[in-house]
């Protein structure tokens, strides 16, 4: 998945290459990097059978949470998040106006159909599950340590979080959440004690590139097909499954910060927004 992967857990009743095993096999489901994924396979077609069910199982909930956020949690994006070099291809150049409203035709997780065991789309709809992905590679570790009656866990994919238990020091597992101006230091802008469940954090400050001096950040809005520019700087979800915090806070940064807030207190989730107030001081925000 292009990142790193950190698991401290107790007892340990299982082997470490059965850990490899389960995340090469996510990888070769959701990889937009590898061709022969099953993701890249999909994207190739207008109709394509649903025979795994790690896909199926992302696919419906990329679409529970499309309905949920009316439209600002859109996998359907991959076609823009290409052109604007945010995917596998990488280019170096911003896309023209022309080029934008040629993709956006093709985007709005309206234009997909899923049936029992089929989905169809249009053959230029492209996928990208990486808002999603690496939070449900995150609790089916989780659900594997659990079967393997792994009773304390941490399990962390490029930084979204499932945990269960006590950290070996017999406390809740203590989550550093990064500053998003000084993501690099070793002083967290806070922390957060996690007893159960997941833990994401979106934010533009990672994965970002600078054309012609201007910054481009990798959330795009689905209704411009452009990299959203806000207040809003990093959101940091817990949830029930790292799955649905993933997704949540990637929702929650399109969506800004006035209705990121208001939307985010329906959900059944906990919320740190971190955001630039009118006078360009950092503040945070947590729901209740």
């Known amino acids: 998945m292009g990142t790193t992967f950190r698991i401290v857990c107790y007892p340990k009743l299982f082997q470490t290459s059965q850990i490899d095993s389960l995340l090469k096999e996510l990888n070769q489901i959701f990889s ?17 059978p649903l025979r795994n069910p790690h896909l199926s199982t992302v696919l419906h ?16 994006l991959g076609g823009l998040i290409e052109a604007w070099g945010f995917g596998s291809s990488k280019p170096k150049t911003t896309p023209s106006n022309r080029v934008i409203d040629s993709l956006k035709q093709y985007v709005g997780w309206d234009k ?7 989905l169809i789309k249009s053959p230029e709809t492209y996928l990208n599950l990486n808002a999603i992905a690496k939070g449900y590679a995150v609790d089916v570790i ?9 009773i304390h866990y941490m399990v962390e994919i490029g ?28 002083e967290p802008l806070q922390f957060l004690f ?15 590139y600078l054309h012609n001096n201007k910054i481009y950040a990798h959330t795009l809005s689905a209704q411009n097909g452009k990299p959203i520019s806000s207040s809003l700087l990093s959101v940091s979800i817990q ?20 209705k990121g807030k208001a939307w985010v207190q329906q ?13 360009e001081e950092l503040r945070t925000w947590q729901s209740p």
């Open 32 to 48: 937009t990097y590898d061709p022969n994924s099953e993701i890249s396979k999909l994207n190739k077609t207008d109709s394509f």
């Open 61 to 76: 909930a990329c679409q529970d949470i499309y309905l949920q956020s009316q439209g600002a949690f859109d996998p359907s």
């Open 112 to 118: 997909i159909q899923i049936l029992p065991q089929l």
């Open 142 to 150: 989780a659900q594997f340590l659990e079967d393997k009656n792994t």
């Open 159 to 186: 930084g979204e979080i499932r945990s269960k238990g006590r950290n070996p020091r017999k406390k809740a597992w203590k989550i550093g959440i990064s500053n998003p101006l000084y993501p690099d230091s070793d």
């Open 194 to 208: 996690l007893k159960k469940g997941g833990l994401a954090t979106s934010g533009n400050y990672r994965n970002f």
């Open 239 to 258: 949830a029930p499954s790292a799955m649905y915090a993933d997704a949540i806070a990637t929702a929650c940064m399109v969506m800004g910060l006035k």
């Open 267 to 279: 959900q059944n989730v906990q919320a740190l927004f971190v955001f630039l107030d009118e006078n």
